[in-house]
């Protein structure tokens, strides 16, 4: 072999791994420097935890990459373990060998992507073939596997990832997106039967998968990265680390159970959160944004939490579960928690704003000629809908009403910007008598106009509109969203900022945050 290190890609101009289109915003492949970012964190923790020992020194650690696309982690850590074992094994050959064969695993998603994977890893799209650096494979995977396996369905869908059998029963000359490393009873026998069944993983690192369309209306998808972090904690490795969308901090369809086990586990150590996903994924819009965690098997206490945001850096060690949904930014908290501490007598706001479908219409709900007035959405206004369609279950249609959209933001996902939620153009008063479709939710509803004015002028207060910032991480604002926004009924005056900083003693320096982060009511923010 050349005496030259073949893992050298990093100082190359440009490194291939950076110009690869990604498959879409589900499938993102991570560039190489977000994975060495991570895989610093990881050896930071290492030394931390092993008397200053480098993880990048021990040749029997071992890797796996149960997600693997572009093979950018398995590559990084490759090259890494590369330099780290040179003294210990002095003959390149045999310590690249060594890293290949013993150190180094992944679990390929598609056929495509595992292909790529083993030639970025071992420079050979086959592990055993006359160009790969490794020389001990018998086969052609290595230790890079991928084969395509089925869903299992069950009702129409897949009982482990939910895809829909109308869409991915695709017959077996097309990817079904059925990933190994998720579509088992049995995480830790799978893995037995891919790489020996004494294997046990050291690190387990890497970016999943982010959803999988279950056929529902427009783009409705359901999340799968939850899947592979739960999978990866039942083979109990020492450290996992994975970068998923930030959305598992406050929502998500089907998130509720993960984010209460995420954020009761003090064995995650470090989470750096990043508002704006292109800071890290460039092009690729992920709606609120991502972050990456390292989980440590052996040590729970405080998590070190680092929220970037438009090249501002905030960094804290504070539990994950103090509020319901996780606060992405330190500087809210102290915010947060004087509202709370000042108004915990009182109710929330988020059992004063309907649910969604308050008069029980959809969305795609056909106007009608005559009947009873309807506000649908925006670019329809003020229409009918039939008598015998509506719902009043509770008691508001007589009642004056103050219209919220459900999407406030128009498509915004960087949240980053300084955003309005609220403003003039879109919102509703509707008189006694008017309903609305599930476009709109019903955010109060009171016998006189002058209360829902006043609760206007509250909601619209920069304050308030903060407090929803807090647990909003999707363009879908729910009745759950406004749980830090105290109920200061009787609404009887006009609110102003001015008033509510006095009332919950907001600081100047506080102050001057809030009114960064959110716009002028009379703003539309997603221009």
Not at 102 to 109: A, L, P, S, W
Request: hydrophobic share 35%.
């Amino acid at each position: 072999m050349n005496t030259q290190a073949p893992f050298t890609l990093r100082g190359r101009n440009p490194d291939v791994l950076t110009c690869i289109a990604n498959l879409s915003n589900d499938e993102v492949f991570t560039p190489p420097e977000l994975a060495n970012r991570m895989l610093d964190t990881l050896a930071e923790a290492w030394a931390v935890n092993n008397k200053g020992a480098n993880i990048w020194a021990d040749k029997s650690v071992k890797f796996l990459d149960p997600c693997t696309k572009s093979g950018v982690f398995l590559r990084e850590i490759t090259a890494r373990l590369s330099c780290g074992l040179e003294q210990e094994i002095p003959d390149l050959e045999k310590r690249v060998n060594h890293v290949l064969t013993k150190q180094v695993f992944g679990i390929g998603i598609t056929q495509i992507t595992s292909l790529l994977a083993r030639r970025s890893v071992y420079c050979s799209k086959y592990a055993n073939g006359k160009h790969s650096i490794a020389k001990s494979f018998k086969d052609d995977d290595g230790n890079i596997w991928f084969k395509r396996i089925k869903h299992s369905w069950e009702d129409g869908k897949c009982k482990y990832c939910g895809a829909p059998k109308e869409i991915m029963d695709r017959g077996e000359k097309r990817e079904n997106y059925a990933y190994a490393f998720i579509h088992a009873d049995n995480i830790q026998n799978r893995v037995g039967e891919l790489f020996g069944i004494n294997m046990q993983f050291d690190v387990i690192i890497g970016n999943p998968p982010y959803q999988q369309g279950d056929g529902g209306f427009g783009k409705s998808a359901s999340p799968i990265y939850h899947k592979f972090v739960e999978q990866a904690k039942k083979l109990n490795p020492r450290y996992l680390s994975m970068v998923i969308p930030s959305r598992w901090f406050a929502g998500g369809k089907g998130l509720d159970e993960f984010r209460i086990e995420m954020l009761s586990d003090n064995r995650i150590r470090k989470i750096v959160d990043f508002e704006n996903s292109s800071e890290v994924f460039a092009g690729v819009d992920i709606a609120g944004g991502v972050c990456y965690f390292l989980w440590n098997r052996d040590e729970t206490g405080l998590c070190e939490v680092t929220n970037m945001c438009s090249g501002e850096k905030v960094t804290s060690n504070r539990p994950l579960n103090e509020f319901p949904t996780f606060i992405r930014n330190s500087k809210s908290i102290p915010i947060i928690r004087k509202v709370l501490e000042a108004e915990k007598n009182v109710g929330r706001l988020s059992t004063v704003v309907s649910a969604s479908k308050p008069f029980g219409i959809r969305g795609n709900y056909e106007p009608k000629a005559n009947g009873i007035p309807c506000w649908f959405t925006q670019k329809i206004g003020l229409r009918f809908a039939r008598e015998s369609d509506i719902y009043d279950n509770f008691k508001i249609l007589d009642k004056w009403k103050l219209l919220i959209p459900r999407a406030p933001i128009a498509g915004q996902t960087d949240f980053s910007r300084p955003v309005g939620f609220y403003y003039e153009g879109n919102v509703r008063i509707a008189k006694p008598g008017e309903c609305c479709t599930e476009s709109y939710l019903v955010a109060c509803a009171f016998k006189t106009k002058a209360e829902v004015i006043s609760f206007k002028s509250y909601l619209f207060t920069k304050t308030v509109r903060f407090l929803l910032l807090q647990s909003v991480f999707s363009q879908d604002v729910t009745r759950d969203r406004f749980s830090f926004i105290p109920d200061l009924a009787p609404y009887t005056c006009e609110f102003t900022d001015k008033l509510l900083r006095k009332r919950w003693k907001i600081s100047e320096d506080e102050w001057v945050f809030i009114d960064s982060k959110i716009s002028d009511n009379n703003q539309a923010v997603a221009d």
